[in-house]
Nanobody, 114 residues
Framework: QVQLVESGGGFVQAGGSLRLSCAAS????????MSWHRQAPGKQRELVAT???????NYVRSVKGRFTISRDNAKNTVYLQMNSMKPEDTAVYYC????????WGQGTQVTVSS
């Protein structure tokens, strides 16, 4: 059974940085596509960034050049480095692991003040 535990959320001023971490249990991490999603109040959950098993990455346009997704297979952990943050980045951020199905973490709140 896969479990995902996110950490690293919090409060930051506009222009600041945060790094989110997502630690995965189980043996499927190294072959999984990992991703970060976010959901702002009153909005649908959106995909922010993905990283496949080979290290290939994709980003939603609004975070390109500001956010970086990475993974450490030795630690079963995926990261999201968020720089030059904006108030519109405020949301609950969720980690996702996809193999034969989707697994989700519990989410971590990120709040960016203007």
């Amino acid at each position: 059974q896969v479990q995902l535990v996110e950490s690293g959320g919090g409060f930051v001023q506009a222009g600041g940085s945060l790094r989110l971490s997502c630690a995965a249990s189980g043996s499927s991490f190294t072959i999984a596509t990992m991703s970060w999603h976010r959901q702002a109040p009153g909005k649908q959950r959106e995909l922010v960034a993905t990283i496949n098993r080979y290290g290939g990455t994709n980003y939603v346009r609004s975070v390109k050049g500001r956010f970086t997704i990475s993974r450490d297979n030795a630690k079963n952990t995926v990261y999201l480095q968020m720089n030059s943050m904006k108030p519109e980045d405020t949301a609950v951020y969720y980690c996702n692991l996809r193999v034969s199905r989707d697994y989700w973490g519990q989410g971590t709140q990120v709040t960016v003040s203007s």
